[in-house]
């Protein structure tokens, strides 16, 4: 257990990512009772780091932890800590404590702590809420996970365009229910379509008798409800906008998303691509080792029968192997730098492609550049590579074989890091998904076949 006097200085350290030692403190006074201690723990600590903290505890540790903090707990921490963990205390709290989470978040955050609930037990927490905040959750709940609708605020200022910009600000003064932050102000018609929308400091800089139609900007964009998130996000970059407005499918205006949210967004997607392409999911670091050995052995059985396959190459030439030794000792360069090489070049494509990049208008001269990229360095390691043979075993014919190999493999291995991933888009698969088995298994095929394979003409 932890002393007093340690609790005091874990208490007050400086702010930041929690220590073991804060940790197992706020362990220990949970595991005591001691509510007036969890308090002075977390007292200094921010909410990013609250939210890391949180899921640094046992599951029933983090529940008891937030009902301890009663109402000095902010429930936007939660939107911080990872998914899996968020889900699991949603289900765990009283459904009473997350109508008042839900109250004191944005309708963009209450939707995505309400999502992994049971449809009961939204309704449940719904039903206690006020009608306009229950109707702005419903109408985000509507929308599928991972779309523009979810992403989104319902809270939002819109005027008609009528509207003077002295009234327009003493609207925003006087009215009560405003979201507590906005950049713009949108401008709408009785069906409330978009019309355009009115930067803040353009409004403040403008007379108070011109009239908010001659000031908007109506080359607005806007996007689908229904829009997948990341190409929201795609938008965002490309555009480099910081507000955008969300309309459904008859361009009724129905919410904003802003570029706080899609930062989130651009790291999930870029998290969850560099996961695939490991072949290792959606994975956490709160996960169980129940739910990591199974996806993992999966993948790794497919790749067990890749190596099989290219195993199964070096079968076919087991007399030139047992006639020169030397063959051993060099094909597993071959296929390791073909790996590499390809490995690169897929990395690069199925980036650009999701970030929609590639297209079909730079399709051939991306795929001439990795063809270039690729002769080139095999043409520079084949030259390596023929002198160490040469100065290891010394023989000519080996060295030339070597060489040759090495071109070929990176030629191959250039052009499968790039085709494999255009066709598995091309077959409606994610190309992150699958590109990385399929191209080190081409690398090593090509590899082997073409290095055992010139040996075997040359030297037999």
Known sequence: ??????????????????????????????????????????????????????????????????????????????????????????EALPNDVLARAVTDLDSDDAAYLLGGLEESDQKEILDQLPQGERAALERNLLYPEETAGRLMQADFVAVAPYWTVGQVIDFARDTDDLPDTFSEIFVVDPGFHLLGSIDISRLLRTKRDVPVESIMDKDRHQVLATADQEEVARQFERYGLMVAPVVDDNDRLVGVVTVDDVVEVIEQEADEDAKLLAGVGDERLSDSVRQITPPRFAWLFVNLGTAILASSVIKLFDATIEHMVALAVLMPIVASMGGNAGTQTMTVTVRALATRELTPANVVRVVLRETAVGLINGLAFAGLLALLAFLWFGTDALAAIIAIAMVVNLLAAALAGIYIPLFLERMGFDPAVASTVFVTTVTDVVGFFSFLGLATLWLM
């Open 1 to 90: 257990m932890t002393s007093e006097a340690e609790h005091e200085i874990v208490a007050h350290e400086p702010g930041g990512a929690p220590t073991a030692e804060r940790v197992r403190a706020v362990s220990d006074a949970l595991e005591e009772g001691d509510k007036a201690k969890v308090r002075a723990l977390v007292a200094d600590v921010e909410g990013p780091d609250l939210a890391d903290l949180i899921e640094l505890l046992g599951a029933e540790e983090r529940v008891t932890l937030i009902q301890d903090l009663g109402s000095d707990f902010d429930f936007e921490v939660l939107t911080e800590v990872d998914e899996k963990v968020r889900d699991q205390i949603s």
